[in-house]
C-alpha cells in the first residue's frame, strides 16, 4: 500500500521574506492531507483538507489571501477529480465563500457539477458550507496592492494538490483567486477540467498553477498525465508539459504530478514554486520553493 500527496502553492517569484512563510504553508497543507491518508481517508478527502490549509493562509492566492480584480474584490474559483470513477465538481467566480474547494467537492455528486457566481454561492450556503462577508477574503496585504496600486513583487498564484490513497485511488484538486487585478467575472484554468487539473484512473493526477491563458489551451492538466504513458517517471513528465507549454504559448506555469505508484513529479518556468510532497518510505515531508539538483525527485 503507496500513499503519496503532493502540494503547490504557486508558480510566482517569492522574495526571500516570503520562503519561510511559503514552506511553512505547504508543510501545513502536506501534513493535514497526509493525516487524512493515514487514517484510510481517501484521496478526494485529503486533497479537500490540504487545500483547506492553503486556503486559510493568507500566503497564497487561494480564498484568504486572494488576489483582487479590477474592483478590488475577491472571486474564486476551484474545482476537484477523482481518478477511478472519473467524477469531478467545480465553482467559479464566488464570493463569500471560504473554502471554495470544498463547495466542489460538495457538488462532485450533483448535476449540475460547475456552477458559477452566485449559483454555486446558493448552493455553498444551501448544504450548510462556511460562507463569510466578501471582504473578509481580503488580506490586508492585498487590499495594499490594489489600492495603492503598488507592483505586484510576489505575483501570486494558485494553490493545489494531488494524492494517492490506500486504495489506490488518485484525486487531484485546484483552487484559485485569479489573476492580479483581473477583469470581474474573469475565470482562468483553476476550475477548468483538463487544464487546471486531472485525475485519471490508469496513469495519473495533476494540478496546474499558471497563466490560465496560457495553460488552457494546451490543457496542461491532462498533457503531463499523457506523458506519464509508458511508465515514464513524473517528474520527467512535468518538464515535458512545461516544455511543451514553453513551444506553443506564451505564460509561466507549473504543474505537480503523481502516478499510480506514488511516484511524484513537479516542474515549473515561473522563477519559483511552493511545493512540498511526502509518499510512504519518507520519514518527513519534504518541501521546497525552488527546484534544484538536491531538491529534485529521484528518479525510480
Ligand atoms: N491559474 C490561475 C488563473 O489563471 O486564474
Redesign the pocket.
Known amino acids: 500500500m503507496t500513499l503519496a500527496i503532493i502540494v503547490h502553492g504557486g508558480a510566482k517569484t517569492i522574495s526571500e521574506d516570503k520562503v519561510a512563510a511559503n514552506k511553512a504553508g505547504c508543510l501545513a497543507a502536506v501534513e493535514a492531507g497526509w493525516a487524512v491518508l493515514t487514517k484510510g481517508g481517501t484521496a478526494a478527502e485529503a486533497v479537500e483538507a490540504a487545500i483547506r490549509v492553503l486556503e486559510a493562509d493568507q500566503t497564497f492566492n487561494a480564498s484568504l489571501g486572494a488576489t483582487l480584480n479590477s474592483e478590488g474584490e475577491v472571486e474564486l474559483?476551484a474545482a476537484i477529480m477523482e481518478g477511478a470513477t472519473l467524477g469531478w465538481g467545480a465553482v467559479a467566480a464566488v464570493q463569500g465563500v471560504r473554502h471554495p474547494i470544498s463547495v466542489a467537492r460538495k457538488i462532485m455528486d450533483e448535476k449540475p457539477r460547475f456552477l458559477v457566481a452566485r449559483s454555486a454561492e446558493r448552493f455553498a450556503a444551501e448544504n450548510g458550507l462556511e460562507m463569510c462577508k466578501k471582504e473578509d477574503l481580503i488580506a490586508d496585504e492585498q487590499w495594499h496592492e490594489w489600492k495603492e496600486e503598488q507592483e505586484v513583487l510576489d505575483r501570486p498564484?494558485?494553490v493545489g494538490c494531488v494524492a494517492l490513497d490506500a486504495n489506490g485511488i488518485l484525486a487531484a484538486g485546484?483552487s484559485?483567486g485569479?489573476?492580479t487585478g483581473?477583469l470581474a467575472g474573469?475565470?482562468?484554468?483553476?476550475a477548468v477540467i483538463g487544464s487546471?487539473l486531472y485525475a485519471d484512473g490508469k496513469l495519473g493526477a495533476c494540478s496546474?498553477?499558471?497563466?490560465?491563458?496560457s495553460?488552457i489551451p494546451v490543457v496542461l492538466a491532462k498533457t503531463a498525465i499523457d506523458f506519464l504513458n509508458g511508465d515514464r517517471h513524473p517528474d520527467e513528465a512535468a518538464q515535458m508539459a512545461i516544455n511543451t507549454l514553453k513551444s506553443k504559448v506564451k505564460g509561466e506555469a507549473g504543474c505537480i504530478l503523481l502516478d499510480h505508484q506514488g511516484r511524484v513529479g513537479w516542474a515549473y518556468n515561473s522563477q519559483d514554486m511552493a511545493c512540498g510532497y511526502m509518499t510512504t518510505g519518507q520519514d518527513k515531508p519534504a518541501v521546497f520553493t525552488k527546484k534544484e539538483a538536491s531538491t529534485a525527485p529521484v528518479l525510480v
Open positions: 474559483d498564484n494558485t485546484t484559485t485569479g489573476t483581473q474573469r475565470v482562468g484554468d483553476s487546471g496546474t498553477t499558471g497563466d490560465g491563458e495553460i
